[in-house]
């Protein structure tokens, strides 16, 4: 049984993309240039709404994967890309690159990481 939790754990993906509905809260919890781990739902409890974590349920499992949380207003131009290294297990760098107007927005980023991937943050 531990094998194949196992298997499965690395047959995941690195690093996915998560949607689900945050509160305000975020924006003071899990700022960009200092991004929030959650590792259970009871902590997620803290940064999301009742849908937000039952979309959570929907789209991963706590046992092996965790969240990398991080929330900002800025430019309706900024973007955060991720950089996987090859390596194992992974290590993903997410890489914030501001942008150009002066519009202000909100930006709300969440992933969802396999338990054994490592992250750091750049720029």
């Known amino acids: 049984m531990l094998f194949s939790s196992l298997f499965a754990e690395a047959m995941l993906p690195p690093v996915t993309p998560m949607m689900a509905q945050t509160l305000p809260v975020v924006f003071e919890k899990a700022p960009r240039t200092t991004p929030l781990e959650i590792r259970s739902l009871e902590e997620a409890k803290a940064v999301f709404s009742e849908g937000g974590l039952a979309s959570l349920r929907d789209q991963m499992n706590f046992d ?3 969240l990398v949380v ?3 207003r800025g430019s309706g131009q ?3 890309e991720l950089q996987i290294a090859e390596s194992f297990p992974e290590q993903v760098t997410f890489v ?6 002066r519009d202000l927005r909100s930006h709300v980023k969440v992933y969802a990481l396999r338990n054994k991937v490592t992250w750091t943050s750049g720029r």
């Open 64 to 66: 092996q994967q965790y």
């Open 70 to 72: 991080m929330a900002w």
């Open 78 to 80: 900024d973007r955060m």
């Open 96 to 101: 914030f690159s501001p942008g150009r107007t």
